[in-house]
């Protein structure tokens, strides 16, 4: 069965220092990734998706098919990035996706 | 059009009643999904409509749900004999058609069944 797996449910940091959140699938075909951010007081909405290879505040994530892995990097983590922050992915010809369970990133100041 | 709305925003009720959720979604998006989240959990997808129809259901919508979008507009979930373990947050979002497009997520129903 396909799966997200999200191994940390928090992940605490100071302010300026590199963030890393690790998402795994499992998946014999080629997925579609998302990460999803959910901040305090404020609805659920997407941050990056993989066939956009964007940056978005300063976020990237690489698709890596050899680990099957789709990891969310910052190098200087900002208060405001607290947050939930989800992983999900979209198999090939469906449009449902399925959400990893979140990480918690809390920056400190 | 501020988004998707949902109503309630939160819902108590006793174990046994019916209760029934709506969603609103972006005006120009013709596929609507609602989904469930219990603490420490990613969203759960339940259902999703292309239009007014209703293309695909998860296991995890037993035969108490039920789902309408009956115009292609708005839609509403339906819990009847709810259980305690129906207690989440029940989420709609919205897109447009077409592959990977971004959902467009409302605030939630928060439901606690006592």
């Known amino acids: 069965a396909q799966r997200v797996t999200q191994p940390e449910k928090l992940l605490s940091v100071f302010k300026g220092a590199p963030v890393e959140l690790k998402c795994n699938y499992s998946?014999?075909?080629?997925?579609?990734l998302f990460w999803y951010v959910q901040y305090s007081r404020q609805r659920l909405q997407l941050l990056l998706r993989h066939i956009s290879r964007e940056s978005i505040k300063g976020f990237t994530a690489d698709l890596n098919k050899g680990e099957t892995s789709f990891h969310l990097k910052k190098p200087f983590a900002q208060e405001e990035d607290s947050a939930m922050y989800y992983c999900a992915f979209v198999s090939g010809g469906s449009y449902i996706p399925t959400f990893g369970r979140g990480t918690s990133l809390i920056v400190h100041p | 059009d501020t988004g998707v709305s949902q109503d309630p925003r939160h819902k108590i009720t006793k174990r046994g009643q019916n209760v029934t959720f709506r969603c609103d979604p972006i005006?120009?998006?013709?596929?609507l999904y609602w989904y469930r989240q219990t603490l420490g959990q990613g969203p759960e997808f339940l259902t999703y409509?292309?239009?007014?129809?209703?293309?695909?259901k998860s296991r995890l919508l037993s035969d108490r749900f039920s789902a309408e979008r009956p115009k292609g507009s708005f839609s509403t979930l339906e819990i009847q004999r709810t259980e305690q373990g129906d207690s989440a947050m029940y989420l709609c979002?919205?897109?447009?058609?077409?592959?990977?497009?971004?959902?467009?997520f409302g605030p939630g129903t928060r439901l606690t069944v006592l």
């Open positions: 005006s120009e998006h013709n596929r």
């Open positions: 998946y014999s075909g080629s997925p579609e």
């Open positions: 409509f292309q239009n007014e129809a209703q293309l695909e």
């Open positions: 979002a919205s897109s447009l058609s077409g592959p990977y497009n971004e959902q467009f």
